[in-house]
């Protein structure tokens, strides 16, 4: 089992970057897929999920709104599409399946002006 994690980058606030992230070694349409993302010197915290299918979605509240979560099945990737970003979304983001406890090297996001 294997996440990559890419798409971040430095943006400004009230900026947008899309993040990616690449499964591989199981299903990945049977499995519900998380992102969560970790802040220097604070806990990792849940961001969004999606379900097997697409259709369901769950954001953390502080994102809700502003992320957009998507899946491509065909091609094992998940998607976040993260707009209108302030100073507090700056984190290492990191993807993994819902049922894996294995984790990805995560992507870092920093919003400076």
């Known amino acids: 089992v294997q996440f990559v994690e890419s798409g971040g980058g430095l943006v400004q606030p009230g900026g947008s970057l899309k993040l990616s992230c690449t499964a591989s070694?199981?299903?990945?349409?049977?499995?519900?897929m998380k992102w969560y993302r970790q802040a220097p010197g604070k806990e990792r915290e849940f961001v969004a999920r999606i379900d097997e299918t697409g259709r369901r979605k769950n954001y953390a509240e502080s994102v809700k709104g502003r992320f957009i979560l998507s899946r491509d099945n065909a091609k094992k990737m998940t998607f976040l599409q993260m707009n209108n970003l302030t100073l507090e979304d700056t984190a290492v983001y990191y993807c993994?399946?819902?049922?894996?406890?294995?984790w990805g090297q995560g992507t870092q996001v920093t919003v400076a002006s």
């Open positions: 993994k399946a819902e049922r894996s406890d294995v």
């Open positions: 070694g199981f299903d990945f349409r049977i499995a519900a």
